[in-house]
């Protein structure tokens, strides 16, 4: 293909809308345009890189027994209803009405729709066990769309759905689609680790998350350091503390602390380290109030939190809010005479003796309150996030981390779905039976964008030769008649060999050509010109190592061949 006869509108400034890596390189290398906040139009170079993520996966997802299907986007609110997402989903669920004032939804996902499939067709246990996907544009109504394709508003997912006679054929068909994603990620090109995560909005008993490992990714990745265990931050489990602290405990005093708020300005002011404070953090849930302690050093996991609550959401109170429980502003809340709402407590807190809490007075702490003689709390829990240094929950090694970009999830859910909208088939006993179920999610646009984040440099992006939009980058650097028929003769060539090739026949200069090239990122440049040719050559530059190779033009398709092998052979 030649350039002149594609749309790559290429930019030589970052776009100021651009948050992440692979956002300002999508747009600079003319892939993606904005229509609305986390909407876009692919353009022809991002849709050729989606087309090569979507072919991989169906090639392993049909290899692994999978049934293609194609859902609609739309679906009643009836099906919602019945599983109680309707309104457990939240705000992420985009609504609307038809003409007759039916309510629909815009799918974030397809559970309900294929379960709604399964019970109108499947009757009898011969028929199982099944598995359907489908390669399709998603719709969440993101709070605050960001990052590009990373968290989008509109995306395109494949996610699939598995039916099981029982909790062994369900266990199969999960460990099935575990090891898909493996190969899918794998001949995408990526650095991935799977981890244990929560089940979200989607629920079920356990699930796996697929992150790319990349040091701008948002997501954070605990791991042992001696055995196998890795999880998302927000499933990781946290063990309590081996043993209590022995320090004898000293009288309760109030203290002044002026305008100090924060846990550093406190610390600051009275001269303690974080894990000898206690913070008193106010959650609302929008039906209730509620205090949550955790060490200073420590950090509140939402998840776990809205799992004891049984909640979709929640947020930190407003000042108002803070103050009307507490009797303080913001910064001053503790736990000491806090009554009137319910207080849940990390299990690092009973363990500490002699600590600093908020007084619940403007500008006032106390210092060395301890617990059960001046606090205490209505239930006591893993309420915070894991994080390096802590002992594995497996008890095999000490936990470190890293940052990830999630591609991918694996769901076991069981009968949660088949339960609620009575999906069974008969046994081989006449009898009704729920289906066991299991879904899989694969980010499709997302990993695109995860391919950047982990493939770029200064000049721009480095695609994995699997998912590249073109494999070779032609550069002609002269508009003689020698090098024009020399470029053609190549081109010619490399296509019938079996490579992708997008040859810049643009009448520009060369430095204008080389930096879109390393721009777009195609894994090779071929590079021709009258002062090669006179010396029988051209030059092949390999994008990822920046390495130039002077080679014969009846040589390079063989080089190219051989290089691709050889880097192939080593993932």
Not at 30 to 58: D, H, N, S, W
Not at 347 to 352: D, E, K, Q, Y
Not at 426 to 450: F, H, N, T, W
């Amino acid at each position: 293909m030649k350039t002149s006869q594609l749309l790559i509108p290429t930019l030589r400034e970052d776009p100021g809308e651009a948050e992440t890596v692979s956002h300002k390189l999508m747009l600079r290398a003319g892939m993606i345009r904005k229509v609305a906040a986390g909407i876009y139009t692919y353009l022809p170079l991002g849709l050729r890189v989606l087309r090569k993520v979507e072919q991989i996966i169906r090639e392993e997802m049909n290899s692994a027994g999978a049934q293609e299907v194609l859902m609609p986007m739309a679906s009643p609110a009836e099906l919602w209803r019945e599983t109680g997402r309707w309104d457990f989903y939240g705000k992420e669920l985009l609504r609307f009405k038809d003409r007759h004032e039916r309510d629909f939804c815009l799918g974030p996902t397809h559970e309900e729709v294929i379960t709604d499939l399964f019970r109108r067709e499947v009757k009898s246990y011969r028929q199982l066990p099944l598995n359907f996907y489908q390669i399709q544009t998603k719709f969440r109504d993101e709070i605050r769309p960001r990052f590009g394709l990373m968290r989008g508003r509109e995306f395109l997912m494949k996610d699939a759905y598995s039916f099981d006679r029982d909790e062994a054929g369900a266990r199969l068909n999960y460990q099935k689609m575990y090891d898909a994603y493996h190969r899918i990620f794998t001949r995408c090109g990526l650095t991935f680790r799977a981890v244990e995560a929560d089940t979200g909005l989607i629920g079920g008993t356990s699930s796996h998350e697929f992150m790319v490992l990349a040091d701008t990714g948002e997501e954070t990745i605990v791991y042992s350091d001696q055995g196998t265990f890795a999880a998302n931050v927000e499933r990781a489990e946290v063990l309590p503390p081996a043993q209590t602290e022995q320090e004898a405990p000293k009288p309760l005093q109030s203290v002044s602390t002026p305008n100090c708020r924060s846990i550093e300005e406190v610390m600051a002011f009275l001269k303690v380290p974080a894990n000898r404070l206690v913070k008193t953090l106010i959650y609302t849930t929008g039906k209730e109030t509620v205090a949550v302690l955790v060490r200073g050093d420590h950090a509140v996991n939402e998840i776990k939190l809205k799992k004891v609550l049984g909640v979709t959401e929640i947020e930190l109170a407003g000042p108002a809010t803070v103050e009307k429980v507490t009797g303080a502003p913001v910064g001053f809340a503790g736990p000491v005479g806090l009554k009137g709402i319910p207080i849940f407590a990390d299990h690092a807190v009973p363990a500490l003796r002699n600590v600093v809490v908020g007084a619940n007075q403007p500008d006032t702490h106390y210092v060395d309150a301890n617990w059960e003689r001046d606090f205490k709390a209505d239930q006591v829990l893993d309420l915070r996030n894991a994080q390096a240094g802590d002992p594995s929950p497996r008890r095999d090694g000490t936990l470190k981390t890293t940052k990830g970009i999630e591609v991918g999830h694996v769901f076991m859910l069981g009968t949660k779905y088949s339960k609620a909208m009575n999906a069974t088939f008969l046994d081989p006993q006449g009898k009704e039976c729920l289906a066991i179920m299991g879904c899989y999610g694969i980010g499709v646009s997302r990993s695109a964008a995860a391919s950047i984040e982990q493939n770029h440099d200064e000049r721009g992006i480095i695609w994995p030769f699997p998912i590249a939009p073109f494999h070779v980058h032609l550069i002609p650097v002269s508009q003689s008649e020698k090098t024009a028929a020399a470029t053609a003769a190549i081109y010619t060539d490399l296509v019938a060999g079996g490579f992708e090739v997008l040859w810049d026949d643009r009448d520009d200069r060369a430095g204008v050509k080389f930096n879109d090239a390393d721009l777009i990122g195609a894994p090779f440049q071929v590079v021709v010109g009258d002062k090669g040719l006179a010396e029988g050559v051209v030059e092949v530059k390999v994008r990822r190592s920046g390495v130039k190779t002077r080679i014969a033009p009846a040589e390079l398709l063989q080089h190219l061949r051989a290089t691709v092998q050889a880097t192939e052979s080593q993932r």
